[in-house]
């Protein structure tokens, strides 16, 4: 079991996200984070930071995100790790809540 980033990340990437993954699971790309099932340990601590409520349990993705558990597993193994902070995308308070954004992800 793992944790998965959702449709809500893309066009935000606040990042808060990463500065308390004690399994250092963040990959990151151009404009979303991927966890790396693989590392991910199941602790739930990245949920409460994420500002953009991006994050959740794989068996308990709100309804239509479930294609993002294989883009999670996907995406992490193309991507760097990122294990600090960042100043979220200059536009991401504008996209925070806007929904079905998975056309504009970029890898
Ligand atoms: Fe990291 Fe825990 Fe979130 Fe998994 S659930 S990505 S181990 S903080
Ligand atoms: Fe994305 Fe939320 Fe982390 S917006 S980068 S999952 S803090």
Same mark, same amino acid.
């Not at 984070?33 to 794989?58: H, K, M, S, T, Y």
């Given at each position: +079991? &793992?944790?998965?980033?959702?449709? !809500? =990340?893309?066009?935000?990437?606040?990042?808060?996200?990463? %500065?308390?993954?004690? &399994? #250092?699971?963040?990959?990151?790309?151009? !404009?979303? *984070? %991927?966890?790396?099932?693989? $590392? =991910?340990?199941? =602790?739930? *601590?990245?949920?409460? @930071? =994420?500002?953009? !409520? %991006?994050?959740?349990?794989?068996? @308990? *993705?709100?309804?239509?995100?479930?294609?993002?558990?294989?883009?999670?597993? #996907?995406?992490?193994?193309?991507?760097?790790?990122?294990?600090?902070?960042?100043?979220?995308? %200059? $536009? &991401?308070?504008?996209?925070?809540?806007?929904? #079905?954004?998975?056309? +504009?992800?970029? !890898?």
């Amino acid at each position: +079991m &793992a944790f998965v980033v959702t449709d !809500n =990340c893309i066009q935000c990437k606040y990042t808060d996200c990463v %500065a308390v993954c004690p &399994a #250092d699971a963040f990959h990151e790309g151009p !404009n979303f *984070l %991927a966890i790396d099932p693989v $590392d =991910c340990i199941d =602790c739930g *601590l990245c949920v409460p @930071e =994420c500002r953009a !409520n %991006a994050i959740f349990q794989e068996d @308990e *993705l709100p309804a239509g995100q479930e294609v993002f558990i294989i883009l999670n597993e #996907d995406l992490a193994k193309q991507w760097p790790k990122i294990t600090e902070v960042k100043p979220p995308l %200059a $536009d &991401a308070q504008k996209w925070n809540g806007v929904a #079905d954004k998975l056309d +504009m992800l970029q !890898n």
